[in-house]
C-alpha cells in the first residue's frame, strides 16, 4: 500500500504541474485584464486538438506543442480584439456572457472540425515505455510532461520577473491606469497578456493529450479544474496557482487510491477548507 501512494503522489506531481501551467496562464489573464476567464477550458481543447492534428501531419511532437500554444494563443488574442476589449472595463456579468459565448463558439468549431468522437495520440517513441524507480514504473512521458511544464512556467516567471516587459506586466496587474501614465502601452500589454495566458492553456491541453485525450467537452471541466485552482492558490497570485496546481494534482491522484469515488469531490472540499481558514487563497493578498 505505500508503494502504491508513493507511485500516485509521482503521478499527482506530473498531473498537477499540467494544471499548474493551465492556471498560470489563468491567473495571468486575472491579474492583468481583470476578467474571469470562463472560456479558458475551451482553449485547454483547442490546444489539445490541435496537437492531435500537428502530429497526424506528421510534425514533430515538440513542434507540434509548440504549434499548438502558438495556435491557441491566436484564437485568444482574435477574441480578445474582436469582443473583450469592448467590455474590459464594464461589469463582470457581459464579461461573463459573452466569455461562455466564446467558450461554446470553440466548442462548436471543435465539433464541426473534427467530430463528435474522442481523439488520442500516442507519445513519440523517445518519451513511450517507463522508468524503473524501484517502488514503481512510471511512464516516460508523464516525466517529460512535469519537467517539461515546470521549465515553461519558470521561464515565463523569469519573463515576468526578469526582463523589462515583465516589469510592465506587473505595473499593468497591480497599477495599470499608472503604468499608462507613464507611458506603457497597456492596451498592447493586455493584448500580450491574453496570448500568452490562451496559449499556455493550449500547451497544456497539448501535453494532456497522450495522457487524457481530447473530446469537444473537455474544456468545461478543465475550466472549472483551474478555476478551483486559482481560487485555492490565490487570485491573480501566480505563485499560488503553481503550489495550488500541484496540490490538487496530488490530492486527486491519491484518492483515486483512497476513494476512488470522491476524487473530485475532494477538490472542491479542500478549496471549501481553504477558504474558510484563508479567504484570499493560499498565497494571494487580502
Known sequence: MTWLILAQLVNGIAIGMIYAL???????????LNIPNFAHGAFYALG???????????????????????????????????VLRRVKDGDYLPQLIILFGVA????????IGWGTIGLSAAPPPLLSGAI????????????????????????????????????????????PHMAQALGINVDLLLAFGMALGTGLAG???????????????????MTALAFVVLVI??????????VAGVLVGVVQSLMTVIAPSASTVIIYVAMIAILLIRPQGLLGER
Open 22 to 32: 493551465m492556471a498560470f496562464g489563468l491567473s495571468i489573464i486575472k491579474g492583468l
Open 48 to 82: 489539445a486538438y490541435l496537437c492531435y492534428s500537428a502530429i497526424k501531419a506528421g510534425v514533430p511532437f515538440l513542434l507540434a506543442l509548440t504549434l499548438a500554444a502558438i495556435g491557441s494563443a491566436a484564437v485568444g488574442l482574435f477574441f480578445d480584439r474582436l
Open 104 to 111: 461554446l463558439v470553440i466548442e462548436q468549431c471543435l465539433l
Open 132 to 175: 524503473d524507480l524501484g517502488f514503481t514504473l512510471v511512464p516516460r512521458y508523464i516525466i517529460f510532461a512535469s519537467v517539461f511544464s515546470a521549465l515553461v512556467i519558470s521561464a515565463v516567471w523569469l519573463l515576468i520577473e526578469r526582463t523589462r516587459l515583465g516589469a510592465f506586466i506587473r505595473a499593468g496587474i497591480d497599477k
Open 203 to 221: 500547451l497544456a491541453g497539448a501535453l494532456a493529450l497522450p495522457l487524457m485525450g481530447a473530446t469537444s467537452t473537455m474544456g468545461g471541466d
Open 233 to 242: 492558490g490565490g487570485l491573480g497570485s501566480l505563485y499560488g496557482a503553481i
